[in-house]
């Protein structure tokens, strides 16, 4: 830890039992003390890492004298206590240190250079696909394959573990990375060799903010930039405003933790919260249980904020013993929150914030979000009549203005079928009936019903809406034990009814620990949940990330050949297009409770208010409030069946892992042993032909539009996470790599191989490139005759082989979504110079400096469509060359059409800091800190 300056007389010691620990007191500098308690965490921080160069006096004065009000100006270092990484953007930070230390003996250094310098921390959550599901051997199968499939990658990172100091890997199979880390790795408040200070962690996830929920500051950044905070980087910000958001009242009977946080999550959306802060307080905050405090602090990201945070108190502290941590650890917490002024207390002086918001919680109805976007919130009782209005949006076909034969009542008509499996061993159809529609009250909207036939015979008919997929998966609910106890409940009274899930449902049950599975065991739910299909599919994130695996044969063929708009529910916190799996079409968030009654519905075509979900045994209507589970009997089953032993027992072992991980070969040396027929991990390109001194910054000419977007283009847009399509760039690599079919695995889980991941930027089947009328990774390749269509990366090897520059167009909050540093990675590699937007979502603005390719935004009020552009145009950038001494606040773009004609306008440069302009000026983040690091 950097010695600091002490300029304020700060350092002080602190008692806890018969330890004591120094700290740095931020009551020893007047001002300090009435913050924020998030701005309290930034001046510890300042405190602690003062040096006189990157955190100075004036720095620490500027917190001092924060102004409530002023927009953001002044710039800060911090520095993180921790990186906290999963295994799809993990893996290729990890490749690049193992480049880096090759980098580093080319131009003279040492490869023991390259270790992360403060604590980084992987969790391998994102590589499992439910692939098996609906039987109780789909954990074994799902782990079985995971593990045929990603050997060389978990061999990379067991290499990685045993040779990079401060890097622990935690192994597949153990929960999903946020759940795993405010249950097991969050400090909290720190111990370094007898030093005391506040837990701080970023991570290569967006979903960091988990953390927050127990007061933990942190957000998720680039993998680019977490790699740079390994290597002792300090994250460069401006002192944000901060959003204060006042909980008052109490949830009401019927309303999940999930209804809560699609709430908040609207609200701040409206609001307007990037770039700032979201700090939560009042003495109403005191009732949130921290479960429900860590799910709203999970869709920080969804808000658009930096983070959604809580202050430390009795709450928090309550959930470190409940978790199994040492007692030593929970008094020191309480301690030096107590005596930083960082501890909730009742009624004490509430701090100045930038804005306000208020939510009572008796006010919140239960909701969903979808079909595409987290903050389209519809309430439960609006669900049905809304998703007939979107449905117009997926579909052409006309609007039905009778009831079909086909559009029968869902019931358990036909007498029920023997399990049984298809070719794949994936389907178990012992929930079907015959004669069973997802086609309900098709009058109305647009019908087309489709008669399938399943593997043991049964018949059913599939419709618009259709439910393919129910899943209750993802960091944001399964770390929730209200939400988990109140599924498993719902599923014992519906089964009890004799209700059952329709049999073209997909039913995923992916919990986010090993926890969840111990007090399921214990309140005897699983039989329950296994009644209506959901069976144990691991543990990690599946559906959310796209790793929902494929539907049934017989069901994918229907929903393709015949264009139905199906849709998938989840309990997860992303519902972008394409996203969940290419079968599907509209993609709705709800409370894994939701997920069980969606399962028994079928259709998002469903009133649960007015509609029978099904019969008794009796032939009695069951309605959703029949089998609603009670908060009492929530709150009782929580507490007979969750305890500190459960958490004790499983992370005695954490980082040991199953035969499996044990038995890996695992490659010796300090360097890498490269493997130049892996598909899986390559070494990196960032640093071919890198010299000690940095070319200088140059002005764009003649570049071509390879890609004109529209507005909320996400990570997920520009480089996908899930399934590799047949046919595409990146499955022509893997075949020409003798790469079969079935083990195409993820985009995701190839993260390590810049082949196919260049070859998957703006692949999303999904995409709507303006150039062309088609969906999906296409492009107009103008270094050809005709301008004909191409694949997007075939077209930019043609314009790389030109000496063409590329620039992307786009609209409003561009690159919205996870923390992806290969959505700009993908960007640079594919020859992009310049991206210009009407305004970036945080993350990805960054993760673009970091790779060398500069931001910018069109004039207030301007877009591209407003400017008359086509794309058809070739641009030059002039002005760029200012960065070379300076950040200019705007460069002139001159965009020339095919007649000749000019389109001009000055377009503000989004490079905020100097810091960034320094990443900027060396072509990266990555070459910046190699160079400093063989300098010093």
Partial sequence: MTQSLNSFDAKKTLEVGDKSYDYFDINAVEGLSKLPYSLKVLAENQLRYEDGKNVTTDHIQALANWDPKAEPSVEIQFTPARVLMQDFTGVPCVVDLATMREAVSALGGSPDQVNPLNPAEMVIDHSVIVEAFGSSDALEKNVEIEYQRNEERYQFLRWGAENFSNFRVVPPGTGIVHQVNIEYLSRVVFDNEGVAYPDTCIGTDSHTTMENGLGILGWGVGGIEAEAAMLGQPVSMLIPKVVGFKLTGEIPVGVTA?????????????????????????????????ANRATIGNMSPEF???????????????????????????????????????????????AEYSEYLELDLSTVKPSIAGPKRPQDRILLEDAKEQFRKDLTNYTT??????????????GAEGEELEPTSSADGNYNASRAGEGESAAVGAKGRPSKPVTVTSPNGGEYTLDHGMVAIASITSCTNTSNPSVMMGAGLIARKAAEKGLK????????????????????????????????????????????????????QEISDAINEHDLAATAVLSGNRNFEGRISPDVKMNYLASPIMVIAYAIAGTMDFDFENEPLGQDQEGNDVFLADIWPTPQEIEDTIQSAISRELYEADYADVFKGDDAWRNLDVPEGKTFAWNEDSTYIRKAPYFDGMEMEPAPVQDIKGARVLAKLGDSVTTDHISPASSIKPGTPAAQYL????????????????RGNHEVMVRGTFANIRLQNQLVDVAGGYTRDFTQEGAPQAFIYDAAENYKAAGTPLVVLGGKEYGTGSSRDWAAKGTVLLGVKAVITESFERIHRSNLIGMGVVPLQFPAGESHESLGLDGTETFDITGLEELNNSIPKTVKVTATKEDGSTVDFDATVRIDTPGEADYYRHGGILQYVLRQMVAS
Wanted: aromatic share 10%.
């Fill in 304 to 350: 658009g904020s930096t983070c959604a945070i809580f202050p430390i108190d009795e709450e928090t502290v309550n959930y470190l013993r409940l978790t199994g941590r040492p007692e030593e650890q929970i008094e020191r917490v309480e301690a030096y929150a107590k005596a930083q002024g960082m501890w909730l207390e009742a009624g004490a002086e509430e």
């Fill in 501 to 552: 899930s329709k049999p073209w449902v997909k039913t995923i049950c992916a919990p986010g620990s090993q926890v969840v599975d111990g007090y399921y065991k214990r309140a005897d739910l699983w039989k329950d949940l296994e009644a209506l299909g959901f069976y144990l599919s691991g543990f990690g994130c599946t559906t959310c990330i796209g790793n929902s695996g494929p539907l049934p």
């Fill in 735 to 750: 075949d020409a790599n003798g790469v079969e079919r079935q083990d195409y695995n993820s985009l995701g889980s190839r």
């Fill in 258 to 290: 999930t209804d809560v946080v699609l709430t908040i999550t609207d609200m701040l959306r409206q609001h307007g919260v990037v770039q700032k802060f979201v700090e939560f307080y009042g003495d109403g905050v005191k009732s949130v249980p921290l």
């Fill in 397 to 410: 076909d006309e609007v039905c203005e009778d009831d079909s034969p086909e559009a029968v009542k869902m």
